[in-house]
């Protein structure tokens, strides 16, 4: 063979491995190489999400394309194949997902002007945060030319329980406070303040729990004569924020009737909620501290709420009763409707300055029972009530004169007022700023534990939960307050029960008229003059 022959032979075969060569390369670039048609955008910080919460995680084609025909995977490092999220074939595909994420994850907007999918937006909604969900998430789109990813971090928060503040006279005019918050994650900021002046606290302690959550502890010293009270406050960031407040006026009263003793220690605490939304809480056992029952009856009170345990207001509503008011106990002050259910102060008869007018409902409860209920504050067209209490009463009260309506007097209730808004009965008061002021009330009370939780419905907030010892029986209580357009009225719960939960009620007296035409509820609503009403016998006010 001529030597030119073998020649072209070799290169012919060079030729082809050339070929060859290209092609595998471009195989394998299809299968591995990523595209440079699109590339995944994600946000340069860490994402943050509240416990309980809904974290969106966002993740993005540039340029902008469609994606509905796209691949579109969501994973932790190392859990390719068991994603958060897997989106393909225009359907998302649940079988092979990570069973931590089952039924939360869905394909979100990154912002409210999003197109979605269409527009190219992949970004990862993931409902109800726990802690185990911290960490690095993939977002991996793959198209027929490549694929691309790109990594969010989630960082979760957790907002921890309302400051428990407690007040200590060390002297005549000086007040040890002190605030204690378990739960929170991260760090919060403690600050202190007087209204006027932030108070540079003499102690702050942090310390850190097994479960990595946060606790802090403070304590300053004020004066009741420079300022009426003290206010302490932990801050995750704005919006994200609990405030507790001691009123110190009253404290100085305090020792005077605990027995002689130099200081009196009084424990309480609120929650504050800032735009804050908490979906529910459910009541922790009792705390270490046990209850006491000092001479006067039936006081201790402290409030709290456990971030770790939530529970929904649905649940609250499965103790649902239905409440009627008791026409024995109204004052002369008062209108009720004669169904029982619709309360207001009486025009005619203007409850005078200083006086309470209140009434009771029907049934009582005792040892064994929980229950709910709710109250409406506002009427459409007049607005919310500004004015009034609601909350519990014992049955003793009855027979009362007129005694402060404190709880050692057997009075456990939230009020309202113009100015300043939310309060508890207890001594010191405390404020807790109405915001919003609410325009439905719900009331838990589990009698055996001694919770009673006030709930603003609207937004499934709770307000505040009062822990109180229980000795007789006690009864729901309202007062309508003074000068208020809208009525009181007691709404039907017994609907939202969803099996038969029984909640068992004494036998009360069955003093309550037939339920009254719904013109009557409109005359009273509507009309000063010409009311249709039924006011109480009662004497005292
Ligand atoms: C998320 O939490 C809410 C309220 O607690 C609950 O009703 C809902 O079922 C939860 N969703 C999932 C998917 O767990
Ligand atoms: C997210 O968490 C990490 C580690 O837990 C922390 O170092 C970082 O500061 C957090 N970032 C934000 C924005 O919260
Ligand atoms: C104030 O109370 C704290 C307890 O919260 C205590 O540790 C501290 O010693 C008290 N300070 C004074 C001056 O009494």
């Not at 074939?89 to 069973?99: F, L, P, V």
């Not at 609410?438 to 939960?465: A, E, H, M, R």
């Amino acid at each position: 063979m001529p030597p030119y022959v073998i020649a072209k032979d070799r290169s012919r075969a060079l030729y082809t491995v050339m070929w060859l060569c290209i092609l595998a390369a471009w195989c394998v670039s299809l299968s591995t190489a990523t595209s440079d048609i699109f590339t995944c955008s994600v946000p340069e910080d860490p994402v943050s999400a509240r416990f309980g919460h809904v974290a969106t995680m966002p993740c993005w084609l540039t340029p902008s394309m469609n994606a509905e025909d796209l691949e579109v995977r969501w994973y932790r490092p190392k859990d390719f194949d068991n994603p958060v999220l897997l989106y393909r074939e225009r359907k998302i595909h649940e079988a092979s997902q990570q069973s931590q994420f089952e039924g939360r994850t869905s394909l979100g907007l990154r912002e409210v002007t999003s197109e979605g999918l269409k527009g190219g937006d992949v970004t990862l909604k993931l409902v109800n945060v726990t802690l185990r969900d911290q960490g690095e998430y993939v977002c991996y789109v793959s198209s027929n030319q490549g694929y691309e990813i790109a990594s969010v971090f989630l960082n979760i928060t957790v907002m921890g329980s309302p400051p428990l503040l407690s007040a200590v006279r060390t002297d005549a005019d000086s007040v040890n406070v002190s605030c204690v918050s378990h739960g929170w994650k991260p760090r919060p900021r403690l600050q202190w303040s007087d209204g006027r002046k932030t108070l540079k606290p003499e102690k702050l302690d942090y310390s850190s729990g097994a479960n990595g959550l946060v606790s802090a502890h403070s304590w300053v010293l004020s004066s009741p004569s420079s300022a009426p009270w003290v206010s302490c406050s932990l801050v995750l960031s704005e919006g994200e924020e609990l405030e507790g407040r001691v009123d110190l006026r009253n404290l100085a009263a305090v020792p005077e009737t605990s027995s002689g003793l130099q200081t009196a220690v009084i424990i309480l605490a609120l929650l504050l909620l800032l735009s804050v939304v908490f979906i529910g809480v459910l009541y922790k056992k009792r705390g270490n501290k046990s209850t006491r029952v000092p001479e006067g009856g039936t006081v201790d009170i402290e409030t709290m709420r456990q971030a770790e345990d939530l529970v929904d207001i649905e649940t609250m509503r499965q103790a649902g009763v239905d409440v009627t008011l008791d026409l024995k106990t109204a004052h002369p002050y008062l209108t009720v409707v004669s169904t029982g259910k619709i309360v207001r102060d009486s025009e005619e008869n203007v409850c005078p300055p200083g006086e309470r007018a209140y009434i009771l409902g029907t049934h009582g409860f005792t040892s064994g029972n929980s229950a709910y209920w709710e109250v409406r504050l506002d009427q459409d067209n007049v607005g919310i009530k500004e004015s009034w209490w609601v909350g519990l009463a014992s049955g003793s009260v009855k027979r009362q004169g007129d005694v402060p309506a404190t709880p050692s007097n057997g009075f456990w209730f939230l009020s309202s007022d113009k100015e300043k808004g939310l309060r508890l009965n207890i001594n010191p008061n405390i404020i807790l700023p109405a915001n919003p002021r609410p325009q439905t009330l719900g009331v838990y009370l589990d009698y055996d534990k001694g919770v009673l939780s006030f709930i603003n419905v609207k937004d499934n907030k709770l307000i505040v939960t009062v822990r109180a010892m229980f000795i007789e029986e006690v009864f729901p209580l309202f007062n309508p307050g003074k000068g208020d357009k809208a009525p009181m009225t007691i709404l039907d719960v017994s609907h939202y029960k969803t099996d038969t939960v029984k909640v068992s009620v004494s036998e009360g007296e069955s003093n309550v008229p037939p339920p009254a035409e719904e013109a009557e509820t409109d005359a009273l609503l509507a009309s000063n003059q010409s009311r249709n009403h039924q006011t109480s016998e009662s004497k005292d006010c």
